[in-house]
């Protein structure tokens, strides 16, 4: 069974920079879709950024130029680099897996990112 675990996450101040990680049990394959989704208190949740197979990338417009998803193909790993952190940054952030090809969807147990002004 699939599973990812995070890691990362903590107290920053505004300005400040973390990376969070994210890794799979299980080889993902060459076929796959990774996201980084985060949820605020009494807020849904949102989709950060998001990498697919291809390499090709996207992130939601307030964070562009801040956040960088990457992966390690070989380590099974996906990261998340934020930078220039916000007070409105803070959240809990998970990682997403999905597997097209077999119709599944993985989930990380969430990290919590808080940034102090």
């Known amino acids: 069974q699939q599973q990812l675990v995070q890691s990362g996450g903590g107290l920053v101040q505004s300005g400040g920079s973390l990376k969070l990680s994210c890794t799979a049990s299980?080889?993902?394959?060459?076929?796959?879709?990774i996201s980084w989704h985060r949820q605020a208190p009494g807020k849904e949740r949102e989709l950060v950024a998001s990498?697919?197979?291809?390499?090709?990338?996207n992130y939601a417009d307030s964070v562009k130029g801040r956040f960088t998803i990457s992966r390690h193909n070989a380590q099974n790993t996906m990261y998340l680099q934020m930078n220039n952190l916000k007070p409105e940054d803070t959240a809990v952030y998970y990682c997403?897996?999905?597997?097209?090809?077999?119709?599944?969807?993985?989930w990380g147990q969430g990290a919590q990112v808080n940034v102090s002004s």
């Open positions: 990498i697919n197979s291809a390499e090709i990338t």
């Open positions: 997403k897996l999905n597997l097209p090809q077999y119709g599944r969807e993985y």
């Open positions: 299980e080889n993902i394959g060459n076929f796959f879709f």
